[in-house]
């Protein structure tokens, strides 16, 4: 509250003009924190605007968004397998509107220096790849179990929504051998492109 009342007064001058971004309803919190609970406090907060402007929330866009970061950031020809994780992650975001942009940020980047290192090996299922994708960034603990060898009770994955990436489960736990039936040679090339990076 400090500074945006130094600011609103340093800046009170004519011809100078800010642009004040913030959260409402945490903005109100704030005040009420430092001059009590009594205090109307959405009033409050106006003298520190002339013109509000609420920006709409970006619900249901997280496709859009990875199609933009992944035009953005993956400098690479355009090889089947990167195509098939492209298309293997804009399916698992439709699926989960639960995946915020932040997550997707972090998927992008790992992506991104998967391809710069070359590590994107053609034998690798694409589809698996994507999904540990998803879990490192969005079920880190889940995906560690996974990695680890363990199987993961379905429930850690809290509502998740896989789909066809995961065979169904045809089983109470996630792991290597009931998901995604592949043998050890595989899987080495799947986590070495999960693993590229670390967390």
């Known amino acids: 509250m400090n500074v945006i009342e130094t600011v609103k007064h340093f800046f009170s001058v004519a011809h100078v003009h800010f642009v004040l971004v913030f959260n409402a309803k945490q903005m109100e919190s704030i005040v009420k924190c430092a001059y009590g609970v009594d205090i109307d406090a959405a009033k409050y907060i106006q003298k520190f605007y002339s013109i509000l402007y609420s920006i709409p929330e970006d619900s249901g866009n997280a496709v859009h968004y990875m199609k933009k970061l992944w035009k953005l950031h993956i400098y690479t020809e355009p090889l089947a397998p990167i195509l098939e994780l492209k298309e293997s992650l804009e399916n698992i975001l439709e699926m989960n509107k639960s995946i915020d942009f932040r997550t997707i940020e972090h998927i992008i980047m790992h992506v991104k220096y998967a391809t710069s290192i070359r590590s994107l090996n053609r034998g690798a299922n694409m589809i698996y790849c994507a999904s540990l994708l998803v879990l ?46 592949v043998d050890d040679y595989d899987k080495n090339h799947i986590m070495a492109i999960v693993n590229s990076i670390t967390s």
């Open 136 to 181: 490192k960034y969005h079920r880190p603990k889940v995906f560690e179990g996974i990695r680890d060898g363990k199987s993961v009770a379905y429930e850690k994955l809290d509502g998740l929504n896989m789909g066809m990436y995961f065979n169904g489960g045809h089983g109470s736990a996630i792991s290597f051998k009931t998901e995604f039936n």
